[in-house]
């Protein structure tokens, strides 16, 4: 097994109004692989995601990246939001460059690096729009240009789909896995659609709600250098959504 | 719909003309001789300078409540210490009727324009706070988490996120600070001491000039909706809606 980039050691948060939402949590996430959480509203997906991101305090155990323990958000880390983030006022281009512009990258520098990811994600020619003239899927591929331009090794994402519509998020879910691999991303990945989880993951963590727990770990055993088509008719694919969801079923 | 709006004035006019000529009441003239008087009241003057005088205190007002009350909106909406001393006054002075309230500027401050000043702070002092208070405290959550996930500063979320998402509530707060501002000067002028407009209502009432007495009330009613009118465009322009 590779080697792990991430690791949540015996994760524990309480909530102020006294919800526990996880409870001694241990994962290791493999360097430039996807992995999931994966599990039911309610099981602190979410929450453990900005815990790893430092956006979130914890209330016991240990965040370590690549080894070291962190307290808070880092350059080797970036995020993408369920609702986007954007800026309002702010065109795509300067949007995409935002991570860049808070370090305090001169303009142009950081303007060259954002035109670079704004096509990668294939927004080419939308530089000077606004996000409400963009749909839910453009306003996203933003959000990712934007986490990669800063360049971190790993990227955080927070249901990144799930206020896009069908059509799009397969289009998207395709778009994403090319990318990824191709800068060799680490991706940790927050669903509660088994078959975006067993799609994308290299390894999926399966979350039990309340307290939120690992219950299991799942490696689909599917080969994701054929084509999206012949992936989704896989007798693996179609094995590890059957296996998953007998796992949740009992949760919901 | 500009048809509309047109023939919306032209029913409202045509309404005020026909009961005008209705005898039921002699201190209501009809829109015709309103209209006379309006025109004339333009071009002797009277009506510009009385414009004159009443911008003054109004225009200052605005102002002083433009600079220190934007401020501090926005220093309640930045910290917990101002905003829990001073939430309450705003929430009250919003609440309370602020004629009654006038007089005792009169006793305190006299007849000048000091008072008349004032009486346009309170009135529009109010929603430009809270406008401001609410444009810093009603930023996305998500946008501060965005900041701070690529490990931006205090200031940078202040300056780059937090001040422009509250700069198109701020305006609106300018712009219904002005009505306010407009409702409290002619309350100054009526109930302090008759000056400008307020003097012109007063005088032409008392010497029962009532086609004068309506123009002006007609006119200080024009100016106040064109000119939040305008405001309103100015503020679309400069934040367009999503």
């Given at each position: 097994m590779t080697e792990a980039i991430v690791?949540?050691?015996?994760?524990?948060?309480?909530?102020?109004?006294?919800?526990?939402?996880?409870?001694?949590?241990?994962?290791?996430?493999?360097?430039?692989?996807?992995?999931?959480?994966?599990?039911?509203?309610?099981?602190?997906?979410?929450?453990?995601?900005?815990?790893?991101?430092?956006?979130?305090?914890?209330?016991?155990?240990?965040?370590?990246?690549?080894?070291?323990?962190?307290d808070g958000p880092g350059p080797e880390r970036a995020f993408v939001f369920q609702d986007f983030a954007l800026l309002?006022?702010?065109?795509?281009?300067?949007n995409v460059a935002f991570g860049l512009e808070l370090r305090g990258e001169p303009k142009e520098k950081r303007e060259e690096v954002a035109r670079?990811?704004?096509?990668?994600?294939?927004?080419?020619g939308f530089e000077h729009r606004y996000p409400a003239q963009l749909s839910g899927g453009m306003r996203q591929r933003v959000g990712l240009a934007r986490a990669l331009t800063v360049d971190a090794d790993i990227i955080l994402m927070d249901e990144p789909f799930s206020s896009v519509d069908e059509q799009t998020r397969r289009k998207f879910q395709e778009d994403l896995l090319d990318l990824l691999r191709h800068h060799q991303k680490t991706v940790i990945f927050v669903t509660h659609s088994i078959e975006e989880a067993a799609y994308l993951s290299d390894q999926i963590a399966l979350l039990s709600p309340r307290p939120g727990r690992v219950s299991k770990i799942v490696?689909?055993?599917?080969?994701?250098?054929?084509s999206p088509d012949e992936i989704r008719r896989d007798r693996g694919y179609l094995d590890t959504v059957d296996e998953i969801w007998g796992m949740l079923r009992q949760y919901v | 719909m500009r048809r509309w709006q047109i023939a919306s004035f032209a029913l409202f006019f045509g309404l005020w003309e026909l009961t005008g000529r209705w005898p039921v009441s002699p201190a209501f003239p009809p829109f015709s001789n309103t209209f006379l008087a309006l025109i004339e009241m333009i071009r002797d003057g009277t009506l510009g300078k009385a414009y004159l005088i009443t911008a003054q205190p109004l225009a200052l007002g605005i102002v002083l409540c433009a600079v220190a009350g934007i401020a501090f909106g926005i220093g309640m909406g930045l910290s917990r210490a101002i905003e829990w001393l001073s939430l309450p006054v705003f929430i009250i002075l919003q609440a309370a009727p602020m004629a009654a309230i006038i007089p005792l500027l009169t006793y305190m401050y006299g007849i000048g324009l000091t008072s008349k000043v004032l009486a346009v702070i309170m009135l529009a002092a109010p929603v430009i706070v809270m406008n401001s208070y609410k444009g810093i405290r009603n930023t996305p959550p998500s946008l501060l988490q965005m900041c701070r996930s690529f490990q931006g500063t205090r200031v940078q979320e202040v300056v780059k996120?937090?001040?422009?998402?509250?700069?198109?509530?701020?305006?609106?707060?300018?712009?219904?600070?002005?009505?306010?501002?407009?409702?409290?000067?002619?309350?100054?002028?009526?109930?302090?001491t008759p000056t400008g407009i307020g003097d012109l209502i007063s005088y032409h009432s008392s010497t029962a000039d009532y086609p004068k007495m309506f123009a002006t009330i007609a006119s200080i009613v024009a100016v106040a909706a064109v000119s939040l009118h305008l405001l309103q465009r100015v503020e679309l322009r400069l934040f367009p809606r999503d």
């Amino acid at each position: 097994m590779t080697e792990a980039i991430v690791e949540v050691k015996g994760i524990g948060k309480t909530y102020d109004s006294g919800v526990e939402a996880l409870r001694d949590v241990n994962l290791s996430f493999p360097k430039g692989q996807l992995s999931t959480l994966l599990g039911p509203s309610g099981c602190g997906k979410t929450t453990l995601l900005k815990i790893i991101a430092g956006l979130l305090p914890r209330n016991a155990g240990q965040v370590l990246v690549k080894g070291k323990p962190v307290d808070g958000p880092g350059p080797e880390r970036a995020f993408v939001f369920q609702d986007f983030a954007l800026l309002p006022w702010a065109s795509v281009l300067r949007n995409v460059a935002f991570g860049l512009e808070l370090r305090g990258e001169p303009k142009e520098k950081r303007e060259e690096v954002a035109r670079k990811y704004i096509a990668e994600v294939g927004l080419k020619g939308f530089e000077h729009r606004y996000p409400a003239q963009l749909s839910g899927g453009m306003r996203q591929r933003v959000g990712l240009a934007r986490a990669l331009t800063v360049d971190a090794d790993i990227i955080l994402m927070d249901e990144p789909f799930s206020s896009v519509d069908e059509q799009t998020r397969r289009k998207f879910q395709e778009d994403l896995l090319d990318l990824l691999r191709h800068h060799q991303k680490t991706v940790i990945f927050v669903t509660h659609s088994i078959e975006e989880a067993a799609y994308l993951s290299d390894q999926i963590a399966l979350l039990s709600p309340r307290p939120g727990r690992v219950s299991k770990i799942v490696r689909p055993n599917v080969d994701h250098s054929r084509s999206p088509d012949e992936i989704r008719r896989d007798r693996g694919y179609l094995d590890t959504v059957d296996e998953i969801w007998g796992m949740l079923r009992q949760y919901v | 719909m500009r048809r509309w709006q047109i023939a919306s004035f032209a029913l409202f006019f045509g309404l005020w003309e026909l009961t005008g000529r209705w005898p039921v009441s002699p201190a209501f003239p009809p829109f015709s001789n309103t209209f006379l008087a309006l025109i004339e009241m333009i071009r002797d003057g009277t009506l510009g300078k009385a414009y004159l005088i009443t911008a003054q205190p109004l225009a200052l007002g605005i102002v002083l409540c433009a600079v220190a009350g934007i401020a501090f909106g926005i220093g309640m909406g930045l910290s917990r210490a101002i905003e829990w001393l001073s939430l309450p006054v705003f929430i009250i002075l919003q609440a309370a009727p602020m004629a009654a309230i006038i007089p005792l500027l009169t006793y305190m401050y006299g007849i000048g324009l000091t008072s008349k000043v004032l009486a346009v702070i309170m009135l529009a002092a109010p929603v430009i706070v809270m406008n401001s208070y609410k444009g810093i405290r009603n930023t996305p959550p998500s946008l501060l988490q965005m900041c701070r996930s690529f490990q931006g500063t205090r200031v940078q979320e202040v300056v780059k996120i937090v001040l422009p998402h509250a700069a198109a509530l701020v305006f609106t707060g300018l712009r219904l600070g002005l009505a306010m501002g407009f409702i409290g000067i002619v309350i100054a002028e009526l109930l302090i001491t008759p000056t400008g407009i307020g003097d012109l209502i007063s005088y032409h009432s008392s010497t029962a000039d009532y086609p004068k007495m309506f123009a002006t009330i007609a006119s200080i009613v024009a100016v106040a909706a064109v000119s939040l009118h305008l405001l309103q465009r100015v503020e679309l322009r400069l934040f367009p809606r999503d």
